[in-house]
């Protein structure tokens, strides 16, 4: 019988292809990293849907949880504080991190790289060394510890946070567009407004997002500024989770993940919107 010279041969400059993947160390160390990271979320977004007091056994799938930590009123006004210490601390900070991530990246002055690495500091001390330099200077300037107090310090990394997003797409922008502006007759101050500030808008929502974030999370500076009429949510939750996590602040934690991955995914998409246009361009 004679052999099919139609049939396609294997090439022996290329092997074939495996059909089923190799399992290698790299891919093994990838599956551990990220069952480690997401694994205790899973589990805590489980038993959040517990009907049980306790996260020890499941009595049936249940939202009493849900109910319960929408009708917690302390909850709620711990929220409201934290929300309104972020929203005031990275507005401030959006307007002077821009300014300063501009003024850095256009202008020379003496001693400018030392004030580039001091408006930066705050990115690499510690949180507590920040909460304790704070609280003696307010302790020290006699200013009472309030919720002021709290965005005022909020301020100091949330400052820093956006600055170094914004300085980051300063680097990739042409500046040109801004000498074209001026020879066409506008004012510093209106190419700055109408040109720099347009193509900076990505970088300065994305920092704001990162700032907003931290700010809401913030518990070391938070505790060490906090005034007798504040009461930020994460001080609220690590007082409640002292003598063991309850199942409504579970769900309270699922609503923060769901919260921080919405806007994760909503600065993901203006930064892609942001690359489509520039490259469209």
Known sequence: MRPNSSAPQPDPTHPPIPLMPRLTWPSLFTALMYAFMYFPIIVLGVYSFNDSRYSASWDGFSLRWYRALFSDRRLLSALQDSLTIAVVAVAISAVLGTLMAIGLARYRFRGKALYRGVS??????????????????????AVPLSLATIIAAHMVFCLAYIAVVVSSRLQRLDPNLEEAALDLGATPTQAMIQVLIPQLAPAIFAGCLLAFVLSMDDLLISSFTAGGGANPLPIEIFSRVRTGVKPDINALSVVLILGSALLAGLAEYVRYRSDRIRQST
């Open 120 to 141: 930066y500091l705050p990115l690499i001390i510690p949180d507590i060394a920040i909460a304790v330099a704070t609280l003696v200077f307010l302790v020290s300037m």
